[in-house]
């Protein structure tokens, strides 16, 4: 019963699956199937050469029933993110929605398994706290609209030993500050944490400072479109969450949350 999904990855993390219809109808269809009335594209910024307003646009002309947003997701990485966040700044007029993430400390990878021996080799506090500088960093930028999965920093399920609660206030607060929204994704649900990002504490600190959400599923496929919607509305209801935020041209437009059937 969930109106939107706000972090979607057309291109699997590819270069040649550039954007067509052949592509996107699958996702219309899926949408469709599932009654989303609201989707965002959010390719990662490192590969915006696929990406195209053109595909999008007569996407939207073909599927009128469902709002197709043009988006990105713009993270950290050290060797690609410069040129993303130029790319960012000479299309904002055209993008709908930007998505923030942070995706790498120490500049290695941190949410990716082949890393994650890394994590042995700094003190987890100290990744924690530059997890959230970089956070900041981006959230700070004047280039999103929402930020992804606030505390991904916990896929592995290492914790920090200090109490950060001050930290995630400041975040918190500059997230207001800028009147963007956090996401709330069911993608952890399938990582080894096994938990909806972020977690209840960060979400009901939210709530408290009247901060907006996106929903997601941070699909890599058309099919898994809504992935464990079914416990996120569960989530929603439990935490009196009943509107959510879209976006167009970067205008945020909150509307009720539950409202379409969805599928798993």
């Not at 949408?31 to 939207?60: M, N, P, V, W």
């Not at 987890?124 to 004047?142: F, K, P, Q, V």
């Amino acid at each position: 019963m969930l109106v939107a999904d706000y972090h979607n990855h057309p291109q699997a993390h590819r270069t040649d699956l550039p954007y067509s219809q052949k592509l996107l109808q699958a996702w219309a269809d899926r949408a469709r199937e599932l009654g989303l009335k609201d989707l965002a594209f959010t390719d990662h910024d490192r590969y915006k050469a696929g990406f195209s307003f053109d595909e999008i646009e007569l996407l939207q002309q073909n599927n009128q029933d469902i709002q197709f947003r043009a988006g990105i997701e713009l993270d950290n990485d050290p060797e690609t993110s410069a040129d993303g966040r130029a790319w960012v700044e000479k299309n904002w007029d055209k993008l709908d929605f930007v998505l923030g993430s942070v995706h790498f400390v120490k500049d290695f990878a941190f949410d990716h398994p082949h890393y994650i021996d890394q994590y042995q080799k700094h003190d987890i506090n100290d990744l924690y706290r530059e997890y959230y500088t970089n956070i900041m960093a981006i959230a700070s930028s004047g280039l999103v609209d929402s930020m992804a999965h606030l505390d991904l920093i916990k896929i592995f399920k290492f914790f920090p030993t200090e109490n950060l609660d001050e930290l995630y206030h400041d975040v918190l607060d500059l997230i207001k500050a800028k009147d963007i929204s956090m996401e709330i994704s069911t993608a952890g649900l399938r990582k080894p944490i096994g938990e909806i990002y972020p977690d209840k504490k960060l979400i009901q600190m939210a709530i408290d400072k009247d901060i907006s959400f996106t929903i997601a599923g941070d699909a890599h496929a058309a099919h898994d479109l809504c992935h464990n919607y079914d416990k996120l509305e569960a989530l929603l209801k439990e935490m009196d969450i009943t509107e959510v935020a879209v976006y167009q041209k970067h205008q945020k437009i909150l509307v009720p949350a539950l409202v379409t059937p969805c599928a798993k």
